[in-house]
């Protein structure tokens, strides 16, 4: 397989961006006010109110009681999210979206939002070179580009002051800001004092909305990639391999924030770590076959408390001291992967759950359940139904995303019928590769034509020149030795007549 690594880069820790927090709204005036209404430039109004994009309302959060596995309250900054920092926001009408509503929702294009448009994920190993490459560059691009519109915080919010008198946000680059963000959804709760906290907390792992925020997840990383590049065709490969390169990473270290009561504030921590197939084979005897994933796949309820039912089983904690579906790989690779609070530094991670996704989708498809079969209450905090997914804004509630990823916008290559798959797997990458060289394909043709026409015009010529000599030749051979027709001047008249 071919490697895959993004390049290091020295973040500069200065202050406000992250999908968590819109950088207009990271700030003393947004924390005291608890308003994260941004203006869109487009009109000039709040959440784009004057054009009737959204507006800016309050928030209402879930009072669903979730499971015990959380005993608190009030301590952690994730509860109710977003209330510990924001109460009011935009809500977007329509196909609009975004936090400032000056986006579209997912899958939906153009000024208006009015188009639909349909992106196909495809396998890596069927990425022609060029568009492997590109992937790359795309990546190192991000590692390299402070992310325009997010920043992250570095301290709670009881950190910044009642009223948000010490805002304490950094700037991060784009890719670090969804490693930050996979970390900040399932850190551990601060319970006070150094090492103090509690570990049985993730708003995004190991329950029913492990799959609705992970797509979620990859749709924002989409969106992020298309922005920053102008490449609005971009689409997320899915699949797995193996080898890399070294990179940076960050956010890998849970003990040590734990134990001085802080949050990551992503500065660099070494380089990735890979080591394959040199894992715990207790817990990951082999990597899943097709024949577990059509099991999976074949599991008719979601999630609704044992370890038999779908979530649970796609996720890997089916099998009690066993790591199994989505939990294998990770264990697998044996390095920056296996921790899940730092595995999103892995460019692995996204094609990992790309494909992870497509079997969510599979399922869907094949049951296409109601929207009531996701688990209203008691789930574990933070995974259920009309919970804010944490740590995104705009805002989506887990059962937002309790559908097939048609109405989203985007396709997997391999769930194409037949014809489309042919097309998008086979035909379409050597087209791509023909249009990376047109101009190349051209020059040649143009050249093969002069050519050509070049040495089409030199054997006219010689045949033509032939011809003439053969008819020279003819000529002089049999030509009259006396001519029929004898004009006389001696008699000064002209006669017709032939002469025998």
Same mark, same amino acid.
């Given at each position: 397989?071919?490697?895959?690594?993004?390049?290091?880069?020295?973040?500069?820790?200065?202050?406000?961006?992250?999908?968590?927090?819109?950088?207009?709204?990271? /700030?003393?005036?947004? =924390?005291?006010?608890?308003?994260?209404?941004?203006?869109?430039?487009?009109?000039?109004?709040?959440?784009?109110? =004057?054009?009737?994009?959204?507006?800016?309302? +309050?928030?209402?959060?879930?009072?669903?009681?979730?499971?015990?596995?959380?005993?608190?309250?009030?301590?952690?900054?994730?509860?109710?999210?977003?209330?510990?920092?924001?109460?009011?926001?935009? #809500?977007?009408?329509?196909?609009?979206?975004?936090?400032?509503?000056?986006?579209?929702?997912?899958?939906?294009?153009?000024?208006?939002?009015?188009?639909?448009?349909?992106?196909?994920?495809?396998?890596?190993?069927?990425?022609?070179?060029? %568009?492997?490459?590109?992937?790359?560059?795309?990546?190192?691009?991000?590692?390299?580009?402070? &992310?325009?519109?997010?920043?992250?915080? !570095?301290?709670?919010?009881? %950190?910044? $002051?009642?009223?948000? %008198?010490?805002?304490?946000?950094?700037?991060?680059?784009?890719?670090?800001?969804?490693?930050?963000?996979?970390?900040?959804?399932?850190?551990?709760?601060?319970?006070?004092?150094?090492?103090?906290?509690?570990?049985?907390?993730?708003?995004?792992?190991? @329950?029913?909305?492990?799959?609705?925020?992970?797509?979620?997840?990859?749709?924002?990383?989409?969106?992020?990639?298309?922005?920053?590049?102008?490449?609005?065709?971009?689409?997320?490969?899915?699949?797995?391999?193996?080898?890399?390169?070294?990179?940076?990473?960050?956010?890998?270290?849970?003990? %040590?924030?734990?134990? #001085?009561?802080?949050?990551? /504030?992503?500065?660099?921590?070494?380089?990735?770590?890979?080591?394959?197939?040199?894992?715990? !084979?207790?817990?990951?005897? #082999? =990597?899943?076959?097709?024949?577990?994933?059509?099991?999976?796949? $074949?599991?008719?309820?979601?999630?609704?408390?044992?370890?038999?039912?779908?979530?649970?089983?796609?996720?890997?904690?089916?099998?009690?001291?066993? &790591?199994?579906?989505? /939990?294998?790989?990770?264990?697998?690779?044996?390095?920056?992967? &296996? @921790?899940?609070?730092?595995?999103?530094?892995?460019?692995?991670?996204?094609?990992?759950?790309?494909?992870?996704?497509?079997?969510?989708? #599979?399922?869907?498809?094949?049951?296409?359940?109601?929207?009531?079969?996701?688990?209203?209450?008691?789930?574990?905090?933070?995974?259920?139904?009309?919970?804010?997914?944490?740590?995104?804004?705009?805002?989506?509630?887990?059962? +937002?995303?309790?559908?097939?990823?048609?109405?989203? *916008?985007?396709?997997?290559?391999?769930?194409?019928?037949?014809?489309?798959?042919?097309?998008?797997?086979?035909?379409?990458?050597?087209?791509?590769?023909?249009?990376?060289?047109?101009?190349?394909?051209?020059?040649? $043709?143009?050249? $093969?034509?002069?050519?050509?026409?070049?040495?089409?015009?030199?054997?006219?010529?010689?045949?033509?020149?032939?011809?003439?000599?053969?008819?020279?030749?003819?000529?002089?051979?049999? *030509?009259?030795?006396?001519?029929? =027709?004898?004009?006389?001047?001696?008699?000064? @008249?002209?006669?017709?007549?032939?002469?025998?």
């Amino acid at each position: 397989m071919r490697s895959l690594c993004v390049s290091v880069v020295v973040l500069q820790l200065l202050g406000a961006c992250l999908c968590q927090f819109p950088r207009p709204c990271a /700030n003393s005036e947004g =924390l005291r006010t608890k308003e994260c209404c941004p203006v869109w430039d487009g009109d000039g109004s709040a959440c784009g109110a =004057l054009s009737g994009r959204g507006f800016c309302t +309050e928030v209402e959060v879930s009072d669903e009681p979730h499971g015990p596995q959380y005993p608190h309250s009030g301590i952690d900054d994730r509860e109710r999210w977003p209330l510990a920092f924001f109460n009011r926001t935009c #809500r977007c009408a329509g196909n609009y979206g975004g936090f400032n509503c000056g986006e579209c929702r997912f899958g939906y294009w153009g000024a208006n939002c009015a188009e639909y448009r349909e992106s196909v994920r495809r396998n890596i190993l069927t990425l022609s070179t060029s %568009e492997q490459q590109k992937f790359i560059s795309y990546l190192n691009l991000a590692k390299n580009t402070i &992310s325009r519109d997010y920043v992250i915080s !570095t301290a709670t919010r009881a %950190e910044m $002051g009642e009223n948000g %008198e010490n805002p304490m946000f950094s700037d991060i680059n784009t890719y670090d800001l969804f490693v930050w963000m996979h970390y900040y959804v399932s850190r551990d709760a601060l319970l006070g004092g150094p090492g103090n906290v509690w570990t049985d907390i993730d708003f995004a792992h190991e @329950s029913a909305a492990f799959l609705p925020w992970h797509r979620v997840y990859l749709l924002h990383w989409e969106n992020e990639i298309r922005k920053l590049t102008g490449d609005f065709n971009f689409t997320i490969p899915y699949w797995d391999w193996r080898d890399a390169q070294t990179c940076e990473v960050i956010c890998t270290q849970p003990d %040590e924030y734990n134990s #001085r009561e802080a949050l990551c /504030n992503a500065t660099e921590e070494g380089p990735l770590l890979r080591n394959p197939g040199n894992h715990d !084979t207790n817990r990951v005897s #082999r =990597l899943p076959t097709t024949a577990d994933v059509d099991f999976t796949v $074949g599991l008719p309820l979601y999630e609704t408390g044992p370890m038999d039912r779908f979530a649970s089983t796609v996720t890997g904690m089916a099998v009690p001291g066993q &790591s199994t579906m989505h /939990n294998a790989l990770h264990i697998f690779m044996n390095g920056s992967m &296996s @921790s899940v609070q730092g595995s999103a530094n892995d460019p692995i991670f996204l094609l990992h759950h790309a494909f992870i996704d497509s079997i969510y989708e #599979r399922w869907l498809r094949t049951h296409q359940p109601l929207r009531t079969n996701y688990p209203r209450a008691n789930a574990p905090i933070g995974h259920n139904d009309g919970y804010y997914m944490v740590p995104f804004l705009p805002l989506y509630r887990n059962g +937002e995303y309790f559908l097939s990823n048609k109405v989203l *916008g985007y396709e997997y290559a391999y769930l194409l019928d037949p014809g489309q798959r042919f097309v998008q797997e086979f035909l379409t990458p050597y087209l791509e590769q023909a249009e990376q060289i047109w101009q190349w394909l051209l020059g040649a $043709g143009i050249l $093969g034509a002069l050519i050509a026409t070049v040495a089409a015009a030199l054997v006219i010529a010689a045949r033509r020149k032939w011809k003439r000599n053969q008819r020279r030749k003819r000529a002089s051979s049999y *030509g009259e030795r006396q001519p029929l =027709l004898h004009s006389s001047s001696e008699d000064g @008249s002209a006669s017709y007549q032939t002469t025998l």
